[in-house]
């Protein structure tokens, strides 16, 4: 087949920018850390929800020494809790899981966004250094009252962390 | 198409597409660019950032 | 061989029975574009606050419907009016039996009306009928069953057409056995045959899962296989609007431009490669999904970045062949030659605005490709910026131009007003650039999409070296001049056909290619090979993922309940 030199030219490149995104990515995965949402939080019964012993009462538990587990349902058309309450310096995974439909759980202006599907607990964890106040937004449409679907994460400075999760 | 004076044929022999090289050659500037400065200012500097 | 039409007959003239059909697909696109473009503008003028004259809660209504009217209606349609005009023209023979060709186009019908009819239900509240699901309708979201069951009967009717199309090319090839496929035809075939395996995953879930369940005759859905299946078609199906727009770059707009096909070898090889590759790739748009693993994401990226070389080729040949027309034009240099072309002409502007404007939305795509990067977009409204660049122009726009090259022989009449194409075709790349652009930005500082008041109580969105104000008027303007575009388009058309018939034809002869079918690999034709490679490729993406979700959460669950979108939500 003939192909003409210039275009060859340009398979090369096109080769190269495709690897190169590939390369990227993965540079991202293995050496700045960053992790997929994945099957790791397993599953639930999204009909007993309110019955499983983590998820019963939503909330932000102490795991560890700068750890924090943070268990969140959405649903529509909130957050629970609707406010989240971390100190700085730490290390916090939340287990987010939905018990109608599907929604999104995104922290604005950060990289912290999963999709929540009921049935599947979405597992993510996420270093907090900085005290700040994020907002907390659902991004996949769950029906008449999504874009009142809303919450807050607060990081606030380790000495004024005092437990409470909401 | 239209009868021009200056329009003639180009066979396969005649034609070497060298300015499509030329703007396909800044398009490759310009997505290595645009990847780099959205990859690691926009995304990396957009943190928290899921790690586990 | 490509046939040329001889001398100055018309399509309609030497086959008037297929030109009409062409004509009908066309207007059923239009209607669609029509509808689902007032959409559009209310949506625009909406999230942003400039104007709502509607509930919030309908905002969703008029999304659904504006997403199945462009993304389902208006492209496919127009797809099978193109194909049937382009493989009756390439082969140069009439379809084998008109009577299925209406049938399966009057099927298409059917299933849009069923499923608009099941949207237009969710304006008026005390009708129980409603399908405010999107065009993505994700369980436990539910439709109406009518939703479903139209959604099912239009893609019947699409395999129907696929398999006249088949017809027609077997029986040509019974009489013509040594010749190469011509590459309109192969490239009908090529994407028929992709489309045929796309779907098999979105018609087991709408069959299988999604229409009993609205019926009541299963309990509950598993949420996240269901989306599985969507988007193991979601993704193929941007391709089922490109192809076309990649066959009218191919093979229409080199002669528009004055010059010849740089490679049809290569335009073959891009067809096949999308074959091969537009399916194996629909996890990208789960990356961030439970429920499935990171290899299985890390695959589907691999898939998706090759998936990027067909339209990195397309960029070169096309360029290559418009450079042709515009140095036989006389034109020289390194860019200057861009002067030479014809953009004067709205069919070559349009064309050349699309290709450009896709440009951009490659790299937007190339974005949404990358795994972790994905963090930094999903499901904000960068999302709907990359797709009105893609479908929203590179092709939208494509065949707003092609249609004012095709009109002539297909209606005997010339387009009302030059004028006014080329002002609408460059009016659109303006809008889009606007909206489109600020879209992008507004995604990057978190701001979501499908979403009908993006105005919090908690917080506010920052901007950085901008303001929320600022992007929220980019958004509007552009949505409006989109509009105004549209009706335009829309205008001029229909007036064309109230004008008188021409009385001098058109040259509507496609130029040969400068490297022919004779230079390129025979294995390209072997359309089964390809097929069984794509079809391997498709199993070896999907069977694991889906196989875990099975068996972690069962083929019906773990779900909720159902979510008639027309119930408030429940706050305790």
Redesign the interface.
Known sequence: MNIHTYEKIWLIGALALIVGFIATVTYGAAGAGVAMVDASGGTIDANAVTDDEDFGEPRVEQVGENEYDVYVIAQQFIFRPDTIVVPANSTVTFHVTSIDVIHGFQVVGTNVNTMVVPGQVAEITVEFDEPKEYGILCNEYCGQGHHDMEGKLNVVPEDEYGGESE | MSADNDTKELGHEEFDPIGTLVLIGIYFLILVGMWIFTYFIEFLGNGPTVIG | MSAELEGEELFLDRFPKEARIVRASLWSAFIALGIGGLGGLIQALHRTNYLRFIE??DY?TVLTLHGVLLAISFTIFFLVGLFTWAVTRSLDRPVEDIRFTWAWYLTMVAGTALAGIAILGGFVDSIPISA?V?FTF?A??QAHPMFYAGLAVFIIGTWMAGLDWFRSWWNWRAENPNERIPLQTFMVLMTMLMWYISTIGVAISVLVFLLPWSLGLIEQV???LT?TLFWYFGHPVVYFWLMPAYLLWYTVMP?IS??RL??D??ARVVFVLFLLLSTPVGIHH?????????GF?FIA??NT??L??PS??T???V??SM??G??????E???S??G?L?WRDPAFTGMALAGLMF?AGG?SG??N?????N??I???LWVPGHFHLTVGTAVALTFMAGTYWILPQLTRRRVYSRTIALFQVILWFIGMTLMSNAMHRAG???M???????Q???????AGFSTVAELDFQIAIGGTLLFISLVLFLGNVIVSLFEGPMETSV?ASLSDP??GPE???KVLDNLWLWTAIAVVLVVLAYSLPIA?IVS??GLF?????T?P??L????P
Request: no cysteine.
């Open positions: 919030s809660a969703y405010d999107l994700y436990p979201l598993n949420p996240l989306r002669s004055g010059g740089f490679s070898p290569l789960q990356y961030l999904d439970p429920g499935i693993a990171e994401k990226m691999t970045m090759f990027l070389l990195l080729l960029a070169f040949t360029v290559a450079e042709h515009a140095r036989q034009n006389g034109g240099g390194y860019l030659w861009l030479a014809p440009a790299f190339m974005v490709a990358g795994m972790n990067i963090y930094l999903h499901n904000s990057l500082i978190g979501p999409r499908r979403t009908a008041e993006p919090y109580d908690g917080f506010a969105f920052d040259d400068l490297s230079d390129s690999p875990a972690d959460g669950g773990p779900g909720t309940g979510y979108a027309w408030l939500g429940v706050i």
